[in-house]
T-cell receptor, first 113, second 115 residues
Framework: DTGVSQDPRHKITKRGQNVTFRCDPI?????LYWYRQTLGQGPEFLTY????????KSRLLSDRFSAERPKGSFSTLEIQRTEQGDSAMYLC???????????FGPGTRLTVT | GDSVTQMEGPVTLSEEAFLTINCTYT??????LFWYVQYPGEGLQLLLKATKADDKGSNKGFEATYRKETTSFHLEKGSVQVSDSAVYFCALRTHGSSNTGKLIFGQGTTLQVKP
C-alpha cells in the first residue's frame, strides 16, 4: 500500500487556461474526497465520491470545476478558465466507509499567474 | 453551520516545554473530533481522534479530551521536541443523515520548537 498519490505536485498556469489534477486513492478505499487549502487556512471540503458516484458538492465548487471518478478508482479534478483566486493546494483523501479515517495525499499546488 | 476555531499561531516554544493548542467547535449533534498534523512538505496525517464525549485520544505523547460541556478538544503534550514543529489542524466530522464523512477543519496552528 503506497498511500494516496496526487499528480502533478505543482502546477503553474496562466489565467484562463484549463488544468486537470489526478488522485489515486488507497486501492480498497471506496470513498474519495477533494479539499482545497489556501495559504494560512485549513482545508475546505469540495466534493465527495462513494465508488463512482459523486454524492456531494460544496458551494465552493463553481461550475468551472468538475470532478470525476470513473470506475470508482482514480479521480480527476478539472478547473476550466482558471482565475487567480483558484491558486491553492488541492488535497485528495480516501477512506473506507467504516471506520472512515481519511488518508490524505501530498496535494497539488496550483499557481495561477 | 458547523465550524472549528483554533488558537492563532505561530506558537513558539523551547524544547521540553509544555504545549497546549486550543480548539473549540460548533456542531449539531455529536461530532467526532480529530487532530491532524502537517509536517513541512508532507501531507496531512491523522494524529489522534475521539468519537464521543469524555473520550481521550492520544498518540506520540499528544493527548486531547473531548469536552462536550465546553465544546472543546484542546491538544496537549507534556514535553515538545524540535521534531514536533509542524502545523496542527483541529477538525470535526458530523454524523448527519447524508453521512458523507467530510471533515470541517480549523485554520491551523503553526508550532515552532526551538532547541
Amino acid at each position: 500500500d503506497t498511500g494516496v498519490s496526487q499528480d502533478p505536485r505543482h502546477k503553474i498556469t496562466k489565467r484562463g487556461q484549463n488544468v486537470t489534477f489526478r488522485c489515486d486513492p488507497i486501492s480498497e478505499h471506496n470513498r474519495l474526497y477533494w479539499y482545497r487549502q489556501t495559504l494560512g487556512q485549513g482545508p475546505e471540503f469540495l466534493t465527495y465520491f462513494q465508488n463512482e458516484a459523486q454524492l456531494e458538492k460544496s458551494r465552493l465548487l463553481s461550475d468551472r470545476f468538475s470532478a470525476e471518478r470513473p470506475k470508482g478508482s482514480f479521480s480527476t479534478l478539472e478547473i476550466q478558465r482558471t482565475e487567480q483566486g483558484d491558486s491553492a493546494m488541492y488535497l485528495c483523501a480516501s477512506s473506507l466507509a467504516t471506520p472512515g479515517e481519511q488518508y490524505f495525499g501530498p496535494g497539488t499546488r496550483l499557481t495561477v499567474t | 453551520g458547523d465550524s472549528v476555531t483554533q488558537m492563532e499561531g505561530p506558537v513558539t516554544l523551547s524544547e521540553e516545554a509544555f504545549l497546549t493548542i486550543n480548539c473549540t467547535y460548533t456542531a449539531t449533534g455529536y461530532p467526532s473530533l480529530f487532530w491532524y498534523v502537517q509536517y513541512p512538505g508532507e501531507g496531512l496525517q491523522l494524529l489522534l481522534k475521539a468519537t464521543k464525549a469524555d473520550d481521550k485520544g492520544s498518540n506520540k505523547g499528544f493527548e486531547a479530551t473531548y469536552r462536550k460541556e465546553t465544546t472543546s478538544f484542546h491538544l496537549e503534550k507534556g514535553s515538545v521536541q524540535v521534531s514536533d514543529s509542524a502545523v496542527y489542524f483541529c477538525a470535526l466530522r458530523t454524523h448527519g443523515s447524508s453521512n458523507t464523512g467530510k471533515l470541517i477543519f480549523g485554520q491551523g496552528t503553526t508550532l515552532q520548537v526551538k532547541p
